[in-house]
């Protein structure tokens, strides 16, 4: 049974940071490119960045490419994704996802979880 555990969502002030955490289970992390999405109401899924299994390559939405870092800890089986400069507009749920290749490729064939929630407010 895969699982996605995230941490890290939390209310930060425009400006701020944040490192969101995903610990996983239930399958071979390092067999799988790994990625982040947010959903935020009322708006369409977005995917935000991904990592391919060796973390040698990384894709970010354009619009995220400076803020937005993703790494992976093959180890401890966790993917993160350190959030810099966040604005209103991140407000979302963000969740970590399973991508299908070792590669970041096939999003429509993606699984993730349940995701933790990051508001940006002042």
């Known amino acids: 049974q895969l699982q996605f555990v995230e941490s890290g969502g939390s209310l930060v002030q425009p400006g701020g940071s944040l490192r969101l955490s995903c610990v996983v289970s239930g399958f071979t992390m390092d067999e799988h490119a790994m990625g982040w999405l947010r959903q935020a109401p009322g708006k369409e899924r977005e995917w935000i960045s991904c990592i391919s299994t060796d973390g040698a390559i990384t894709n970010y939405a354009d619009s995220e490419k400076a803020r937005f870092v993703i790494s992976r800890d093959n180890a401890k089986n966790t993917v993160s994704l350190q959030i810099n400069s966040l604005r209103p507009e991140d407000t979302a749920s963000y969740h970590c996802?399973?991508?299908?290749?070792?590669?970041?490729?096939?999003?429509?064939?993606?699984?993730w979880g349940q995701g933790t929630q990051v508001t940006v407010s002042s």
């Open positions: 996802a399973r991508l299908p290749w070792t590669y970041c490729a096939g999003f429509q064939y993606a699984f």
